[in-house]
């Protein structure tokens, strides 16, 4: 498997814009996480989905901020509009949970700055 | 609550052995994972800990006493290598969410 595979890689958007964040678990995992990460704030878990349903949203910072997840090889990370403070690399990990298997797996990161 | 706390930064010596702490809230807790990131990289999994006691990996050892809500990363033979990041990591609710520390940035003198 070629691991969680994130897209893009970088992007650079103006204030206000919509910006799509795209991520493909590992095949067969069953849980699938997105994070933040800021020098200030550190790592943050935004969401995290399982068996594709999204179980807890509450690190979502605003309504600006939805994810999706349609399938269980898909999901999305969306800001509209996008603002300045959203910069920061958006990471994306999947894992097969369960008490005894717990690593989880994560992309690349997307390095997202808003100007 | 759901959060951990551990140290910013720690500095060592080559050669020496190194520990991070980590404590964490217990409400809902699973188990601790210990994460390594280096700059510009991603967060990739060094260990768990389910149960208390040690658990240990070739130079790296982590530690779980959940009397304490305590655990830590054992770091031996340190190599300029080992300079990174580390995450201690929450297992919560089911054992399906994972909440990260703040990290500690582990800087290695020669």
């Known amino acids: 498997d070629a691991g969680v595979i994130q897209s893009p890689r970088h992007e650079v958007t103006e204030m206000g814009q919509e910006v799509t964040l795209r991520c493909k678990p590992i095949?067969?995992?069953?849980?699938l996480f997105w994070y933040r990460q800021t020098m200030m704030r550190g790592l943050e878990l935004l969401i995290y989905?399982?068996?594709?349903?999204?179980?807890?949203d509450s690190g979502m910072p605003e309504d600006r901020f939805s994810a999706k997840m349609p399938n269980a090889s898909f999901s999305t990370l969306k800001i509209q509009p996008s603002e300045p403070r959203d910069s920061a690399v958006y990471f994306c990990?999947?894992?097969?949970?369960?008490?005894?298997?717990?690593?989880?797996?994560f992309g690349q990161g997307t390095r997202l700055t808003v100007v | 609550g759901q959060s951990l706390e551990q140290p910013s930064e720690v500095t060592a010596v080559e050669g020496a052995i190194v520990q991070i702490n980590c404590t964490y809230q217990?409400?809902?807790?699973?188990?601790l994972s210990w994460y390594q990131q280096h700059d510009g990289g991603a967060p990739t999994f060094l260990s768990y800990?389910?149960?208390?006691g040690l658990e240990e990996t070739g130079r790296f050892s982590s530690f779980l006493s959940r009397s304490d809500s305590y655990g830590y990363l054992l770091l031996q033979e340190l190599q300029m290598k080992d300079s990174a990041s580390y995450f201690c990591?929450?297992?919560?609710?089911?054992?399906?969410?994972?909440?990260f520390g703040s990290g500690t940035r582990l800087s290695i003198r020669p």
């Open positions: 990591a929450g297992l919560y609710s089911s054992a399906s969410k994972i909440i």
């Open positions: 989905f399982n068996n594709n349903v999204p179980i807890d």
């Open positions: 095949s067969g995992h069953n849980s």
């Open positions: 990990a999947s894992s097969l949970a369960s008490q005894l298997n717990t690593e989880a797996f």
């Open positions: 800990n389910g149960l208390d």
């Open positions: 217990t409400s809902g807790f699973y188990g």
